[in-house]
């Protein structure tokens, strides 16, 4: 089945340590977008790639970075991670940013980080 | 003002009763909504999409839109255990390079 893939599903790191999340994909699509959900929020979206081409946020962080190698693969690096970057990080993958008909985005099983 | 808002609940109700899950707004330019379920420590998955005002029916799911008083509903009937997730809102302008705007939640749980 094609699909979105996190791992690893939890991470616990140490205030400070720098930490890589990861996402792979089979669907083959041109997007991949990183969220940070924080319990009883709304995804908040970090950045995106359109193929190689990297879109961030105004508001995150420079501690949060991503790298996209080839078009299965997608990593969120936190450089150090304070107590407040504790939350789940959702990746998802759309085949295009445009309209909502092609943007219907597909979502992995997230990577709850802890952070001590 | 948060750009979308949705009563984080939870909201318990016992099985077959009729849910109704609503989001409000601030943005008039959001053109499409959508709503995604996510149940238990997993990722969001879509579950319907509207464009503009009006209603949308899917099975046992019925999305509404009112644009007017900037105010969306997703109607459960004949609920399920199956059905207890989060329920989350989000809309999206009518332009290229939209981003979707996610409301926080509804966390639903239907009682057998």
């Known amino acids: 089945d094609a699909m979105v893939i996190q791992n690893p599903r939890y991470q616990v790191t140490q205030f400070g340590k720098p930490v890589t999340l990861s996402c792979s994909q089979t669907?083959?699509?041109?997007?991949m977008y990183w969220y940070q959900q924080k319990s009883s929020q709304a995804p908040k979206l970090l950045f995106h790639?359109?193929?190689?081409?990297?879109?961030n946020e105004a508001d995150t962080p420079d501690n949060f970075q991503s790298r996209r190698p080839n078009t299965s693969f997608c990593f969120l690096d936190i450089r150090s991670p304070g107590l407040g970057d504790a939350a789940m990080y959702l990746c998802?993958?759309?085949?295009?940013?445009?309209?909502?008909?092609?943007?219907?985005?597909?979502f992995g099983p997230g990577t709850r980080l802890t952070v001590l | 003002q948060k750009e979308v808002e949705q009563d984080p609940g939870p909201l318990s109700v016992p099985e077959g009763a009729i849910v109704s899950l609503n989001c409000t707004y601030s943005?008039?330019?959001?053109?499409?909504f959508m709503w995604y379920r996510q149940y238990s420590r997993k990722g969001p998955e879509l579950l319907m999409y509207?464009?503009?005002?009006g209603n949308k029916e899917d099975g046992r799911f019925t999305a509404q839109v009112d644009k007017s008083s900037k105010y969306i509903s997703l109607f459960i009937r004949d609920s399920q255990p199956s059905d207890s997730a989060t329920y989350l809102c989000?809309?999206?302008?009518?332009?290229?390079?939209?981003?979707?705007?996610f409301g926080p939640g509804t966390s639903l749980s239907v009682i057998p």
């Open positions: 509207t464009y503009s005002s």
């Open positions: 989000a809309m999206k302008g009518g332009t290229s390079y939209d981003k979707v705007i």
């Open positions: 790639y359109y193929d190689k081409d990297f879109n």
């Open positions: 669907l083959n699509h041109n997007v």
């Open positions: 943005n008039s330019a959001f053109q499409y």
């Open positions: 998802a993958t759309s085949r295009r940013p445009w309209t909502v008909l092609t943007n219907e985005q597909f």
